[in-house]
């Protein structure tokens, strides 16, 4: 272990060697803002970096440890949070110029969390505008790339989050997942990813883009540490009428359960997908023979009405955006026109110089959707169609304890080789979307590599707050197909 750089730790080694002093806090925190200065130029993971603030953080905190004092779980750990997540006194933005130069009052419930669990803030990572796309392409401060080849896309909408995680500049990261937006980038960048139960997690704070499909998640570099993590955030929250009042189990004693006896649901429709790759597939059977290997057995599932789902997801979220981002008019907070002659021509002009094409194409079709006449025919029908997925994964799951599917139909693809198509950019979702739509949590585990080096991930996925077992499983396929766990690239 000695001879392992400090940057390729990982989150519970690096939390241990603080806590067992072997390693201060701010020598940590500085190695990290070091490989952030060499690697974000290229990589464009941050938004913003606090190097200051963080370097202070750390000598609070190992000031405190001298004096006896361990905040929480992650204290004088370094990692970073997606540029969605309210931080009091810094710029949160949501990749959008809208809000370039907001500086929110308060945190987020998921700020305090990790704050006060001892982590140390690095800065906030790049995302899609308002969370939607698929590559963080749409981001107005530049499109993020990926670490394992920097001519492609991280994934999105949490890309800058998996890019900063996989590229080691930062132990750990915090992204939300309204369609897949933390498995797919997940996968993409060859890093853990989990999308909780919807509740699991308050949204208190959260920039919201769909409210009753957003759930924030970690992003790590190992399945121990995503246990660790949302131990850390999860929990009820009062403050977020949709956050439940569950028990938070011990996640981190069940990535080592055994699997023996698991039932893996194999959804015959995931794997008949035209647009499945060969190099992704062969990688998914490979977790799952692991699995098999460890004692569970296989199972066939069927989930009917997967193909509705993509076009049920592309009615309701635009709704709820439609909604949600009324509150950008410039009258209130965030950027506002100059110029204009009257209060309706700034509110336009506001909205049409702050957000971006897609944010603008999703209202657009949201507002469609809710319109007069045309409600039922489409929003109301697509919430019909939601129920019909969401009862095919309770019959499913009568059948299997964990459904095993690919996380993305390919692996990561070039820069701009899909921004002129947003269909084709959508189909990017489309074995996550289901589990958003359900409210069930699923888990993406690096499971192998294309022919061309790039991660593939295998998503698992259970059924509501059964996440200890969703941890079970990626811990057997982790330990039995070891993988890098931090992308090869250097500055």
Request: charged residues 20%.
């Amino acid at each position: 272990m000695a001879d392992v750089p400090v940057h390729e730790w990982t989150l519970l080694e690096a939390a241990r060697k603080v806590r067992e002093k072997e390693i201060s806090s701010r020598d940590l925190t500085g190695a990290l803002l070091a490989r952030i200065e060499r690697l974000n130029p290229g990589i464009n993971a941050y938004i913003t970096v606090l190097p200051e603030r963080a370097m202070a953080q750390a000598a609070e905190l190992d000031e405190a440890q001298a004096r006896g004092e361990l905040r929480g779980p992650l204290h004088g750990v370094p990692m970073g949070l997606k540029d969605i997540f309210c931080t009091r006194g810094v710029r949160t933005t949501c990749g959008s110029r809208i809000l370039a130069d907001f500086l929110p009052p308060y945190d987020a419930c998921v700020t305090e969390k990790v704050l006060r669990a001892g982590a140390v803030l690095l800065g906030k990572q790049n995302m899609d505008e308002f969370a939607m796309g698929s590559s963080t392409e749409t981001s107005c401060f530049g499109a993020t790339r990926n670490p394992w080849d920097v001519t492609r896309i991280p994934g999105g909408s949490s890309g800058g989050t998996a890019a900063a995680v996989s590229a080691a500049m930062a132990f750990a990261g915090v992204g939300t997942d309204t369609g897949g937006s933390i498995r797919q980038p997940a996968s993409l960048c060859g890093v853990v990813g989990m999308k909780p139960t919807y509740g699991r997690v308050s949204r208190y704070g959260m920039v919201a883009f769909a409210s009753s499909l957003d759930q924030a998640g970690p992003i790590t570099r190992t399945v121990p540490d995503a246990a660790r993590m949302l131990s850390v955030i999860a929990g009820h929250d009062r403050r977020d009428s949709t956050c439940a009042d569950v028990p938070t189990p011990d996640y981190l004693a069940a990535v080592d359960r055994p699997v023996k006896g698991l039932r893996i649901g194999l959804p015959k429709e995931y794997f008949e997908s035209g647009g499945l790759s060969p190099a992704v597939k062969a990688a998914v059977s490979k977790a799952l023979s692991a699995l098999i290997d460890q004692g569970a057995t296989a199972v066939e599932v069927s989930l009917p009405h997967t193909t509705f789902a993509l076009s049920a997801y592309y009615l309701i979220a635009p709704a709820e955006a439609s909604s949600n981002l009324a509150r950008y008019d410039g009258v209130r907070y965030g950027h506002r026109a100059k110029g204009a002659s009257g209060l309706i021509e700034m509110m336009s002009r506001t909205r049409a110089e702050g957000f971006g094409p897609e944010v603008k194409r999703r209202i657009m079709i949201g507002t469609y959707a809710l319109s007069a006449g045309y409600y039922d025919a489409f929003y109301g029908k697509a919430q019909k169609v939601r129920t019909l997925i969401r009862d095919d994964f309770t019959s499913a799951f009568g059948k299997a304890d964990v459904l095993l599917t690919p996380t993305a139909p390919t692996p990561a693809f070039r820069l701009g080789e899909k921004t002129d198509d947003p269909l084709t950019m959508y189909l990017s979702d489309i074995f996550t979307i289901p589990c958003n739509l359900a409210g069930i949590p699923g888990i993406s585990v690096p499971c192998g590599l294309s022919p061309e080096g790039l991660p593939i991930g295998a998503q698992l996925l259970s059924n509501h707050f059964r996440e200890e077992t969703l941890f079970a499983a990626a811990g057997a396929v982790e330990r039995a197909v070891p993988l890098p766990r931090v992308s090869p690239i250097e500055g």
